[in-house]
């Protein structure tokens, strides 16, 4: 999935998204970063062809993604928003069979879908009854239902936007596991972040938005540097331990704010 100098903007004078160029690749984990207003959920929405580029182009294998027809988008392009549905009375179960939308029902994917997100004892209960992390749990699992196909998941991709926010860390872990999981079978992932640390374990490149800009994009140790993410996050960073031979962050106290 590629963005050719993709340049968006709400109003013409303030742009959102200015002159963004970079390939998400299949096989591959990618963490969005940057902070508040930065353009990421923009940018998500462009990729999504639910927004079209002032000027520039995103392409889906090699096609224009705001061309393409909404079941063809769909079964190739499934998307984890930052809030789920809000008072749905849906079962589980049959939120994530809404992700078969473009695809042939096949109660057995709607079950894999679950299990893989550890859904499979809370199949029955109401969608607006569950907690904010096991909503979003659900909306992960409908996803992986949306490009599930026999475990073929060449040429499709996956967009989500602060997945993992309210999960505990049981269901980080697990989560960002499994989306590690699908791209080794071919899927392209990319996932918005605030946190540096888990970007550093679970993701294998890196691009970091600020201003609208991708000021940084590349694997991730050449991008999940204090010299890069300082001058962006306006913090000071320290990164005393490692995980695995990846390094993690820590914010070094600010002075007063207050008195």
């Given at each position: 999935m590629r963005l050719s100098n993709v340049h968006f903007g709400y109003e013409p004078a303030t742009p959102v998204v200015r002159g963004v160029t970079a390939e998400l690749r299949a096989g591959q984990v990618c963490a969005l970063i940057g902070p508040n207003a930065a353009g990421k959920s923009t940018l998500i929405e462009l990729m999504l062809g639910q927004l079209r580029p002032t000027s520039g182009a995103v392409t889906l294998n090699g096609k224009p993604v705001g061309e393409l027809k909404p079941h063809e988008r769909a079964q190739?392009?499934?998307?984890?928003?930052?809030?789920?549905?809000?008072?749905v009375s849906f079962t589980v179960a049959e939120v994530?069979?809404?992700?078969?939308?473009a695809q042939p029902r096949?109660?057995?994917v709607i079950d894999e879908a679950l299990a893989m997100c550890d859904l499979l004892p809370l199949r029955g209960r109401v969608f607006g009854e569950l907690s904010m992390g096991q909503q979003q749990r659900v909306a992960v699992a409908?996803?992986?239902a949306q490009v599930w196909s026999k475990g073929d998941l060449a040429g499709k991709f996956m967009l989500l936007d602060e997945p993992v926010n309210a999960m505990d860390l049981k269901h980080v872990d697990h989560s960002m596991?499994?989306?590690?999981?699908?791209?080794s079978r071919g899927?392209?992932?990319l996932a918005v972040l605030h946190d540096l640390n888990?970007?550093?374990v679970y993701a294998d490149t890196v691009w970091l938005m600020a201003e609208g800009q991708l000021r940084a994009a590349g694997r991730r140790a050449e991008v999940?540097?204090?010299?890069?993410?300082?001058?962006?996050?306006?913090?000071?960073?320290r990164s005393p331990a490692e995980s695995g031979g990846r390094r993690l962050f820590f914010v070094e106290p600010a002075r007063k704010v207050v008195g």
């Amino acid at each position: 999935m590629r963005l050719s100098n993709v340049h968006f903007g709400y109003e013409p004078a303030t742009p959102v998204v200015r002159g963004v160029t970079a390939e998400l690749r299949a096989g591959q984990v990618c963490a969005l970063i940057g902070p508040n207003a930065a353009g990421k959920s923009t940018l998500i929405e462009l990729m999504l062809g639910q927004l079209r580029p002032t000027s520039g182009a995103v392409t889906l294998n090699g096609k224009p993604v705001g061309e393409l027809k909404p079941h063809e988008r769909a079964q190739r392009l499934a998307y984890v928003p930052q809030r789920a549905m809000k008072d749905v009375s849906f079962t589980v179960a049959e939120v994530v069979s809404l992700g078969r939308y473009a695809q042939p029902r096949e109660d057995a994917v709607i079950d894999e879908a679950l299990a893989m997100c550890d859904l499979l004892p809370l199949r029955g209960r109401v969608f607006g009854e569950l907690s904010m992390g096991q909503q979003q749990r659900v909306a992960v699992a409908r996803a992986v239902a949306q490009v599930w196909s026999k475990g073929d998941l060449a040429g499709k991709f996956m967009l989500l936007d602060e997945p993992v926010n309210a999960m505990d860390l049981k269901h980080v872990d697990h989560s960002m596991q499994l989306l590690g999981d699908l791209a080794s079978r071919g899927l392209g992932v990319l996932a918005v972040l605030h946190d540096l640390n888990l970007a550093s374990v679970y993701a294998d490149t890196v691009w970091l938005m600020a201003e609208g800009q991708l000021r940084a994009a590349g694997r991730r140790a050449e991008v999940l540097q204090a010299e890069v993410l300082e001058p962006v996050y306006g913090v000071t960073l320290r990164s005393p331990a490692e995980s695995g031979g990846r390094r993690l962050f820590f914010v070094e106290p600010a002075r007063k704010v207050v008195g």
